[in-house]
């Protein structure tokens, strides 16, 4: 990368360092053609003949290398190391003499190899100009260098600690002194603990210096060294080109955010993601009329010099699009809607429809919360302005045939047809002074108005998804004081004029307000196969599942720390409470308005009944978050407001589907199969949370809508490639995890899940140019991944061709995306082991299998070790209160997500050395026939093999125990206390413990306490995934 940036002397290691940095440098020496003939390079190390003599033989044969060599010159860092100025004089000299016999004094090595020095005068900065110059001089006179072949002098801020201008004289001095100038080349090598690196390097060179040492986007130790990249595209602004290319800076940027693991700022020069980026309406508008006003003069053959306020360069110039400066924000005001439509499809819009839009595009951007993509934005154009979409429009096109006659000029006459919406149809009949007043009275909705259109703006534009050259027309419409626009496409210029003011006219009636115009759905293109999708609906028995809920017991002691309120009770006591319950049950009555109050860590706390009109939550008394308070007043259905209330607030804000949580209320509320499904999910899970087999009924009810809906989606081109059809889905599948029991929950959990595999499909890459659509294929991934691994079946390949086609549009930070691959060859690993066990002629597959295996396990490892430190783990102190132990340890995670993390590298991990250790076993069982690699027959070799699976299997049982000490250590938190919050967090817990449960290498003790803690979600948590978990586990006991 650094070679195609245009580097041509490049530090590549310190070789004295370690092994790996010496085997590194010889892997490039030795390489062909791996350092281009015009690069040099170079590796460091202090001055020691030992150190110098492991460097020479590291770069040894390369065509052009330097060997830079430093010293301490600064007083202070000399009395700490115990050298004296003579010594460290006396050293340099004798090092560099010795340094100069390995290399160009060396015949043999000097014919291969062009050897440079570079000295560098370390914290030079704090040091004594005239001693920096004495050792200097010592070298120089050891060193030998001339005019054709100059030595380095490297001077160095080691620690930054003035302004950069006292460093610039600093280096004007030591210029001035040099006794022979020509023969030594002048390096900066400043550091950026003040933030001051880049600036130090400018003044450094005017100051005299040749050369700059530096990393790309300020790497290095403490704050890093000077940033490369800010300094070149410093020089770049000023009219000086630094020699580099960084045409492709995004690029660069990827490379080395993924080469290193290192992040750059977001706000980082030039290279950071908002640093060509506006985001205030005011510079937002200046911006785009400064762009406008270059684009006029370059069309008129002039080339204007770039000054456009707020953009130090042409973005385009480092590779970044012009449509990626401003950001669509509340903040935009009417430039940024204004400029996407210029940018995307080269319509300018009047000032007036400017500021009418751009009060849409801000009340969408305050309703989601967030900032709304470029096609988002022409989505809400579309929607606000237009009868249907621009490919609709295209494809409609024989609908919408009027025919416009003009009698004179003087009078206009308008007949035909045209299809606003979707099934919808109008005839349109009218005659008037010229052709807008015609067309609107032809309309029938518009008989006995008064209201006035008039065609604004018509031009040529270039939408993407119509190929042929399209006339887009802009119309108003004024009834009263109140004026409404329209815009549409057509070929035909007066055919998209008519229509713009069939638009206006039809938009105006059917979204009087600008809130639904701002929050309307917008259907996406697209068709391919749906025959693939089907949904069957098997709620038939589900009421069951509450009505035979076993009654809840106390556990025992090992697993439960606290005493339980469900206690039992002496039996006087019991009665009178079952009186008392009775009574209440009289006295009840139904609640025209209500209260409901959610509180407590992860927006949760337990459902109870505090009167008639009230249903109130206990909050946690460790709650970090703020209660939310949501009154009704004369509810219709309040029991169904009640019922998606806790599930938006209490249930999924700790499950994959909280990105929910942000969409807006016109797709969570609307008539679509997004609304079903959560409703359906909503009384599911209430009715599991108050024990009702009636809420079950209604849940069956909303699921069948929500079948109904999403068939209805998939079955239409448009609908089916939506967001919210996909979250329909998912949502389907999450349902019938609640609400199924044992093996038909699983089967239908991944019957929908792979379903999404071509539903996913069918979006296509454009599914991710929305934040939405984003988690969706994430979550929809994670999904398919689980469900492949657990089933021992390879990942569908159409899906990772399309994880990789999308895959530069994910966040690469995320560390679940990390785990992605790994979990693609678990899948694939475990279906080639499932094979195995069938076949059992194949000799070799099996150590095959425990090779990759183990290798993978090492990959999982060092993954969980790497991980970010905001989600470390950590083990509560010993004198903390814990709510749940096990062997003594309890774990405290940072958060839920970083819980769901680690225990998805423990069930990797498990499934691995469980694995293993079953065909390392069927392996030694077998003996020498699988031991014999040639299948000659001999057998010496035998007994090693033996001992290596020998230990291969010891190895997997100690991974496993050490796992499911971590898996049973992390549970306390979310299973204890049960009665004060809600206990939707603990679902996460499931599968890690049914994994442990099943495994045959868990301890007996730990397999006992992780079916105890699966009994206790069951009972106590109410969850109801754990019911056929919990049966399954405990039915293949005897397996034990």
Known sequence: MLVEIGYTEIEVSFPAASQAEFDFTRRLVETPNAIPDAVRIRGLCPTREDFLARTVEALRGAKRATVCTYMCTSDKQLKYQGFTREKAVEQAARCVRYLRSLTKDDAGSA????????????????????????????????????PEQPMTVVLATSTEVSTPNVFADQVELFRASLSEPDKMRISVHPHNDRGCAVATAELALLAGARMVEGCLFGNGERCGNVDLVALALNLYTRGIHPGLDLSNL??????????????????????????????????????????????????????????????????????????HVIRVNSQSGKAAGAWVLKRRWGLDIPGELQADFGRRVQLMCEALEREISHQEVLDLFVASYAMSSAEAQASSAPANSLVIVADDDTLYKVSGTMAPA?????????????????????????????????TRHTQKVSVAAVSRDTFCALASCEEGDRIVWGCALDEDEQQAEAMAIVAAAWCDRLQPGCT????????????????????????????????????????????????????PQPPAQQQQQQQQQQQQKKKKKPAATGQILVAGAQAGGTLVESGPSAVRCHADRQSREAAVVVRYRNLSQPLKDLARTYFMVGYITSSPFEYLTHLGPHVLDGENALSAAISANAFASLSLKLNDDKLVKQARGHYANALYQTNQALGS????????????????????????????????????TMGAVELLRLRGARQLE???????????????????????????????SLYEQVRPQLDHHDPFLRVAPVVDRVAGLRARAARLDDDDDDRKARRTVVAEALALDAETSRLGRTSPGSWKFAARPPGEDAPLTYMGVSLRYPSLRALRYWNSLRIIRVFLNDLVWAQASVILDRGPDLLDDDGDGDDDDDADADADYEAILQSARRNVATLVVEVLASCGEYIEPTEERFTVSARCLIWPLSVIAESPLTPHDARRFAVDCLERLRQDCRIPQADGVETHVRGIRGDW
């Open 111 to 146: 014919a291969v190899t062009e050897w440079t020095l570079a000295f560098g005068l370390e914290s030079y900065n704090e040091a004594d100009p005239d001693f920096a110059l004495v050792v200097t001089e010592a070298v120089k006179e050891a060193w030998a260098p001339t």
């Open 516 to 567: 639904q115009c701002s929050r309307k759905s917008i259907t996406c293109p697209g068709y391919r196969d749906l025959s693939d999708f089907y949904f069957r609906d098997e709620t038939a028995n589900a009421a069951f599942k509450v009505q035979n809920r076993k009654p809840r017991r106390r556990l025992p002691a090992k697993v439960r720390t606290q005493p339980s309120d469900d206690a």
């Open 422 to 454: 979707d099934k919808v149809v109008l005839g349109v009949e009218g005659s008037g002074i010229d052709m807008p007043s015609a067309v609107l009275r032809g309309l029938p909705f518009m008989k006995g108005l008064h209201a006035t259109a008039e």
């Open 250 to 323: 995004p690029g660069v940027r990827q490379r080395f955010e993924r080469l290193t693991g290192l992040r750059v700022a977001q706000r980082a020069p030039y290279a950071g993601e908002f640093a060509l980026q506006a985001f205030s309406g005011s510079h937002q508008n200046i911006i785009r009329k400064g762009v406008a006003r270059r684009g006029e003069a370059m069309e008129q053959g002039e080339q204007p010099v770039w000054d456009i306020p707020y953009l130090p360069l042409d973005p385009q110039d480092v590779g970044i699009p012009l449509d």
């Open 770 to 800: 929305t934040p939405l659509g984003r988690k969706l294929f994430v979550h929809a991934g994670n999904n398919i991944r689980a469900s492949c691994a657990h089933s021992k079946t390879p990942v569908p390949p159409r899906f990772l």
């Open 717 to 752: 081109p448009a609908l089916a490639v939506q967001d919210t059809t996909l979250a329909a889905v998912l949502l389907l599948g999450l349902f019938e995890a609640i609400i199924f029991t044992g093996q038909q929950s699983l089967d239908s959990w991944n019957a929908h």
